[in-house]
């Protein structure tokens, strides 16, 4: 069995990560990863959004690959969902305090974003006409 030691002898942190199971930065990248996840997280800070809302943000994603991504953002505490019993359904995603807590996160990979397009506009050649 491996010791908690161990699992974090290569983690940059190790001395803050060691009364954890699971580094925390591991357990971050598994709550973002999916094809989609930050930017939903993204939109829904702006409002509460039903679930067409969110299909015509992100146009170039299937039903499928959205319903999976809500599904595991709620499992992970970072969404919730409200169904309300009308016909047709109605259905809205929205933040938990949980996932308010990223947002943070997400403006500095924003701001990141931002930075690095200005720099590579600087940086990339003119074109001659």
């Not at 009364?19 to 829904?44: A, D, F, H």
């Not at 499928?64 to 953002?73: D, F």
């Not at 809205?92 to 308010?100: N, S």
Request: positive net charge; glycine residues 4%.
């Amino acid at each position: 069995m491996t010791s908690n030691k161990e699992i974090h002898e290569t983690c940059f942190m190790k001395e803050k990560c060691l009364k954890y199971e699971t580094c925390p930065m591991v357990l971050v990248q598994n709550l973002l990863s999916g094809k989609r996840k930050i930017l939903i997280l993204w939109y829904l800070n702006y409002e509460t959004l039903r679930f067409n809302e969110l299909r015509k943000k992100l146009p170039d994603v299937t039903q499928k690959m959205l319903t999976q991504q809500l599904r595991s953002l709620e499992a992970d505490g970072l969404i919730y969902r409200n169904i309300y019993p009308v016909t047709p359904p109605k259905v809205e995603y929205g933040l938990t305090e949980l996932g308010r807590k990223i947002i943070p996160i997400l403006e500095m990979m924003h701001g990141f974003g931002a930075d690095y397009l200005e720099k590579a506009e600087l940086s990339s050649p003119v074109q001659e006409k």
